[in-house]
């Protein structure tokens, strides 16, 4: 990843930007304007669905928000630089490859943008085709690996297609059910801590009443495990929630 060619690659015409479910969506973070704007204009006439932001602060709000495909982040930016909104979605786990626009061109960017937890970085100024490949690259890249299915026994989560089912069983789960059970699913084993799962899936600006974790869990398992007589999803006491305990010790 030290050295990129400037001529594009075999792979940058291979077609629109589309996956399974609908048009890849990228979360632009730049302040320059015109730059983001033209970017945007240019993504989306190659099939891409795009959001520009020009606050480093309201991009990463947006990144929590709302579900993106990619995102391309400027290093310089007014309210948080590129640099703390890529570390920050790391450390919470958000894991939409990042593209970063490294103002110089130098080394010292690109190792960081690197160390940041950023999976590719462009300089500027940057040819739009260069800009394109990598996208598409980095949305394939994805594919591969964010993007497979969740699997506990017999019980199945698709992340593409947002769907899940037990056996042969589709189960139909609203946005959020399906949020809290990625985000257990995603730790199999492990113990997700309530105020965790609030963050992760009402996002840190909740305000509402916590209890609405237990609620959600409830519904879950109503969905997921009752009918099946399994009890895959485990309330730890004190701590919090973890799926696959039983299957886990026992295997
Ligand atoms: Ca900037």
Redesign the pocket.
Known sequence: MTSHSDSAPPWAASGAATRQNGPVRVLVI???VALADAVARGLEAEGFEVVAVHDGLEGLEKARAERFDLIVL????PGMNGYKVCRTLRDEEVWTPILMLT?KDGEYDEAEALDTGADDFLSKPFSFVVLVARLRALARRRSDANLQPLELGDLVLEPVSRTVRRGDTDIPLSPREFALLEALMRHTGEVVAKTDLLERVWGEDFEGDPNVVEVYIGYLRRKIDRPFGHSDLETVRGEGYRMGAATHSAS
């Open positions: 730049e302040d320059e400027d290093i310089m930016l103002a």
